[in-house]
């Protein structure tokens, strides 16, 4: 927001410098201009978006020009539409702590990929989206389906399901935003999803400014594991660690222009960013994360590395303890251990309650 358009302009023909060793830097400009301050940070935000969308998730479009909401039986119903001849529509329940009807003083929600995995705090609302209605991911052939793609064309947008789902989160933002009646309040909101889903929640707050608190949940490569660390493990570590290359072949995730860079170990360092900067995108706001170290799988030394690299730019921007990382495990996936109740607590107080 406010920062000019050259923030996020990429030169027509970027030479990309493999750097497979080391994280990129995020307080370097493309052109080697250092980050210097606050301003120069909300440029380089805007930068790194943009080689985001670019190379590795696809474009997130903005609010379509056709956009209605309505809300009865404590559930959103939204309408999105490019024209009056290409709409499409998709619906999210509002659970409110106990009482089935909004509380008169406007309350924080929980925006949550499919299924809750984490304590809700009982101030808080949930709010229920089901990623595959917004864009499917059972397996390379999902590519292309759900209404996102109904409404923008499965071969003309360059979204992989990861950032549909962010378009979507965004759109209910918007319907809250013109709801005061459904008592949320959208200057209080939080997005979570384990695994799979961790890794659209940390997509959906690193693209959207307006979500107070981003949780991640056991994400693995993809979420808050660098690229490159996860690369690390598996050969440096001998540590079964889940690929790029794994992941683009799985699903559908990410965007086809990733499927270049996720080739081998050599190509991967090609990529001009990593989820060292994805995290710091969702700076200065709440972001907390959590590993489950029974899986090799999902990196554990690769989520420490990245997100203590994350830390570096919340610490530039004054305020490190908005960002937490918790290791715990072995434990089932997606299950929430006691020990760490409080500390997903205290970042709801923080950033939901406002304690």
Not at 297 to 306: A, P, T
Request: with cysteine; charged share 15%.
């Amino acid at each position: 927001a406010g920062c000019p358009a050259s923030c996020s302009t990429l030169p027509p023909h970027m030479k990309l410098i493999n750097q497979t060793y080391t994280l990129p830097d995020p307080f370097h400009f493309l052109n080697g201009q250092p980050v210097r301050n606050r301003a120069d940070w909300t440029c380089r935000a805007a930068q790194l978006r943009e080689l985001f969308q670019k190379y590795e998730l696809g474009y997130k479009p903005p609010k379509p020009p056709i956009f209605t909401s309505t809300f009865a039986n404590n559930t959103l119903t939204i309408v999105a539409g490019l024209s009056h001849a290409n709409t499409i529509n998709f619906s999210v329940p509002i659970t409110y702590p106990n009482t089935t009807t909004p509380a008169s003083t406007p309350i924080p929600a929980v925006i949550v990929y499919d299924a809750v995995s984490i304590p809700i705090p009982p101030q808080a609302a949930t709010i229920l989206l089901n990623v595959d209605t917004i864009a499917q991911q059972n397996s390379p052939a999902s590519r292309g389906i759900g209404v996102f793609y109904d409404l923008y064309g499965n071969t003309t947008t360059t979204a992989g399901a990861l950032m549909a789902w962010a378009w979507a989160v965004s759109r209910i933002i918007d319907a809250l935003e013109a709801h005061p009646e459904t008592g949320i309040n959208p200057a209080r909101l939080a997005v979570t999803g384990c695994s799979r889903n961790g890794k659209g929640a940390l997509v959906a707050g690193a693209f959207d400014t307006r979500i107070a608190l981003t949780i991640p949940q056991e994400s693995g490569s993809g979420g808050d594991a660098c690229w490159r660390t996860s690369r690390d493990m598996l050969v440096n570590r001998q540590l079964a660690t889940q690929t790029a290359w794994e992941i683009v072949t799985e699903n559908v995730w990410f965007a086809e222009s990733f499927d270049y860079f996720a080739r081998d170990n050599y190509t991967i360092g090609l990529l001009p960013v990593d989820h060292h900067e994805l995290a710091g995108l969702v700076a200065p706001r709440g972001l907390y994360s959590t590993s489950n170290v029974g899986f090799l799988w999902l990196g554990d030394w690769s989520n420490l590395e990245c997100m203590t690299a994350a830390n570096k730019i919340y610490r530039a921007l004054g305020v490190p303890s908005n960002q937490g990382f918790s290791q715990d495990g072995p434990h089932n996936h997606c299950s929430f251990p006691p020990d760490q109740e409080g500390e997903i607590k205290a970042f709801f107080e923080r950033f939901l309650v406002g304690e």
